[in-house]
């Protein structure tokens, strides 16, 4: 079921630097915010979400998004590692606080903004 009340409108601040993507998640995804969420992607980004599923560009992406927040998840950031930046393109990665990698790919738009190309949100560690 999908909230019901006024989602607040955060910050639609644009990503200058590619790990910004990833702090602009978690602040919208914390009040609920799919335009917002969907905004960090590319129009034909790929997002890895929920494992096993891919969906491609802002259409099914926002699909994912809103039945995502309708779970009224509580995100904490966890460790940013430093981008990989290779001229337009930047790898981004984080240590959720369940342990588990998010692993992003950012391009670089001409307005010299960045956006999520490919998102693989949840990657398990190989403990073996």
């Not at 992406?61 to 460790?79: C, D, H, Q, S």
């Amino acid at each position: 079921m999908f909230r019901c009340e006024a989602v607040p409108m955060t910050s639609r601040a644009v990503a200058t630097e590619p790990n910004d993507l990833g702090r602009y998640f978690i602040e919208r995804g914390n009040v609920g915010d799919v335009d917002g969420l969907v905004a960090l992607y590319e129009p034909d980004a790929v997002l890895a979400f929920p494992p096993g599923t891919v969906s491609k560009g802002h259409a099914e992406i926002r699909e994912v998004y809103e039945r995502f927040v309708a779970a009224a998840p509580e995100l904490e950031p966890g460790r940013q590692h430093p981008a990989l930046v290779s001229g337009d393109l930047a790898l981004t990665v984080s240590t959720l606080t369940t342990g588990e990698m998010a692993v992003e790919v950012a391009r670089r738009q001409e307005d010299g903004t960045w956006l999520w190309v490919v998102d693989q949100p949840v990657l398990l560690p190989d403990n073996g």
